[in-house]
């Protein structure tokens, strides 16, 4: 593990000082509940078409808000007070107004996260705001890990080309879901299936991720970033994008 003197110094104020709203400054809490409602009122939808499959896509707000802040800092400073936090605002904002006759029938699939920056974190953030989340449905969502990581490339900074070669490469089926013939057991399959990332850039990774589900039988399938880079010239971001 890598030893970072700022993160270890960061953690030990937070647990001498209160904490303070990310979004007014309000002090007690990593982000303060007027502020949460706030963010997680303010979903917003898109839909791409990507080689003739239609990817229902959604975020709740955009990387250089609050919200992208907050990933940002639980993120690269490991700071697991405002996972949960996150995971709230994500929660409240697509999964809770469901029905109760929709137990069962949602799963949660966090996209799987670099092991070597699993490792330099300590923390798979990704993993943990989707096991939040579970938590926070009561069981109604569950969390299943149908994706698993196949290669560990770095992709910033990279060329768009380059990210969607790479992007196909990162992740595969988990084989612990699969029936004989390779697609996902019916089981899950058949649910309304939610993959989870934390920033949409050019949307590489979500829509090679979408393509995997969707042809190993996923047929319900929402792509849920939780927030979105303002890439303008992004090919991936011609159809249905509202700015
Ligand atoms: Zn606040």
């Known amino acids: 593990m890598k030893f970072d003197i700022k993160n270890v110094v960061k953690n030990i104020a937070n647990g001498l000082f209160p904490p303070r709203c990310r979004g007014c400054g309000a002090i007690g809490e990593?982000?303060?509940?007027?502020?949460?409602?706030y963010i997680s009122g303010n979903m917003k939808t898109h839909a791409i078409t990507e080689n003739a499959k239609m990817?229902?896509?959604?975020y709740l707000g955009y990387r250089d808000e609050i919200l992208g802040e907050i990933i940002e800092e639980a993120k690269y400073e490991s700071v697991r007070g405002l996972i949960s936090e996150i995971a709230e605002i994500v929660y409240n904002g697509y999964f809770k107004g469901m029905q109760a006759s929709?137990?069962?029938?949602?799963?949660?699939?966090?996209?799987?996260?670099?092991?070597?920056?699993v490792r330099e974190r300590s923390m798979d953030h990704m993993d943990l705001i989707a096991q939040e989340i579970e938590r926070l449905s009561y069981g109604k969502v569950q969390k299943k890990r149908l994706l698993v990581r196949a290669k560990d490339t770095v992709q910033v900074?990279?060329?768009?080309?380059?990210?969607?070669k790479q992007a196909k490469e990162a992740v595969?089926?988990?084989?612990?879901?699969?029936d004989s013939e390779g697609m996902i057991v019916k089981e899950w399959s058949e649910k309304h299936v939610v993959?989870?990332?934390?920033?949409?850039?050019?949307?590489a990774s979500m829509l090679e991720a979408g393509k995997i589900l969707k042809d190993a039988?996923?047929?319900?399938?929402?792509?849920?970033?939780?927030?979105?880079s303002r890439a303008r010239r992004s090919p991936t971001l011609r159809h249905g994008e509202i700015y």
């Open 30 to 37: 990593y982000l303060c509940d007027r502020c949460k409602k």
């Open 195 to 203: 993959l989870i990332d934390d920033v949409w850039t050019t949307g």
């Open 217 to 228: 039988n996923v047929k319900d399938l929402v792509l849920l970033t939780i927030t979105k």
């Open 157 to 164: 900074g990279a060329k768009e080309a380059v990210r969607r």
């Open 55 to 58: 990817f229902d896509t959604k």
């Open 102 to 117: 929709d137990s069962g029938k949602i799963i949660i699939v966090p996209m799987p996260t670099n092991r070597q920056h």
């Open 172 to 178: 595969k089926l988990n084989p612990r879901f699969l």
